[in-house]
Structure formats: C-alpha cells, structure tokens
C-alpha cells in the first residue's frame, strides 16, 4: 500500500473506515468466530487492494466486499474441514506412527497445495483422475463408470498429469 497513490489510500481508508465493522460481523455471525472473522475481514480487504476495482467505482461496497468474502470464507472452509480429516487420519494411527509436529505443519500444507491443483481441474478431469489414483480403476474401467470413452478418458489423464507436472515444476522451484 506504501507505493498506492495517495488517492488510492485515501479510498481504501474511508471504505475500510466505513466498511470493516459491518463486514466483520457478518463474518462473526457467518463463522461463529470472533479471530476467524477479524482474519478474513482483513483479507477481504487485502483483497480488494490488491484487485482492479477502485474503491470510489464500487457502486454497492458491501455487496462487493460480501462477494469477495464469501469466496475467502468458502476456501477457508474448505481449508478447515481439510485439516480437521487430517486431524483425524492422525488420531487414528500409532503413536509411534504419528509424524513430529514440523512434518504435519508440511504435509498439511502438501495437502492443501494437492487440493487447490485438484480444484483447478475441470470436474470431468478431476473425477477420472481421482478414479484412477485414489479408487485404482483402469481407464476401461472409469470410461464404464463415467460413461465415456477410453479416448476421452486417456484424454482427461494426459491433461491432469499434465497439471500435476506443471504444479511439480512450480513447487519444486519454490524455496
């Protein structure tokens, strides 16, 4: 925000100003959680600054800023309910079995990572990819199940591995 013109700062305080304690309770109501919803008022906010839209073009402030938070609030749930089967899946194994507390910070984060390259799928990819690789079905298999071809659905494969690589080489290059 310090390079944002003085203009654009002085838009995004009074909109904030205006704007933030509504947005937060509507949150808090939807969420249940006074910090949940402190955190995403604040990247709704975060949001919006890093958009296209000026705060003096909005015509309708809060239908935008609810817009903009229900999609946040929906990743965040989605997130959530993630990391509680996570949890899960770990209560239920061994102690013994049970990985240290910087590798589960890690592979929780690898599974949100897999979730939101599988998000980017299209869902007819994304569903024979997760026959094939979760449920182990051969492609003949999953063109029967989804009624399509086995063209179509070697199709579906090449373009999901094909994300999988493109998502391999980002993260890889990741520090």
């Not at 000026?54 to 903009?68: G, Q």
């Not at 592979?107 to 990819?129: Q, T």
């Amino acid at each position: 925000m310090s390079t944002a013109s003085p203009l654009l700062r002085e838009q995004m305080h009074t909109l904030y100003h205006d704007h933030h304690g509504w947005l937060y309770a509507w949150i808090r109501r939807k969420l249940g959680s006074a910090h949940n919803a402190e955190d995403l008022a604040q990247d709704t906010f975060t949001r919006v600054l890093a958009s296209s839209h000026a705060p003096a073009d909005l015509r309708e402030p809060r239908a935008f800023l609810t817009s903009v938070a229900k999609g946040l609030m929906s990743n965040w749930r989605k997130r959530h309910a993630l990391e509680e089967a996570y949890l899960a899946a770990l209560a239920e194994m061994p102690v013994a079995t049970v990985p240290p507390p910087e590798q589960r910070l890690v592979l929780l984060e690898a599974l949100h990572e897999i979730d939101m390259m599988l998000d980017a799928l299209p869902m007819k990819v994304r569903h024979a990819f997760l026959l094939s690789q979760i449920d182990g079905l051969k492609y003949r298999e999953i063109a029967r199940e989804m009624r399509i071809s086995e063209i179509t659905v070697k199709r579906y494969m090449k373009q999901a591995f094909t994300r999988c690589l493109v998502w391999l080489g980002t993260t890889a290059a990741l520090p």
